[in-house]
């Protein structure tokens, strides 16, 4: 297995944070938390409840060895 190359692309990345984070201040972070819990929480709900209908809206299979 072959390192991956390391050029000049992989080092300007760094050097470009480590150059402008002296330059920013810190920005707190507020998220509604509780509210993207409910979204979140309600879309697998929602996901999981679709699911189970469609699965069992579709008529159950004949196993093979039956014939008529």
Do not use: K
Request: charge should be positive.
């Amino acid at each position: 297995m072959c390192a991956r190359p390391r050029g000049p692309g992989s080092v300007q990345p760094a050097v470009l944070w480590a150059a402008l984070t002296p330059q920013s201040a810190t920005a707190p972070l507020a998220l509604p938390w509780r509210a993207l819990a409910m979204v979140t929480a309600a879309c697998a709900t929602l996901a999981a409840v679709i699911r189970t209908l469609l699965t069992l809206r579709r008529p159950a299979l004949r196993p093979a060895s039956v014939r008529e």
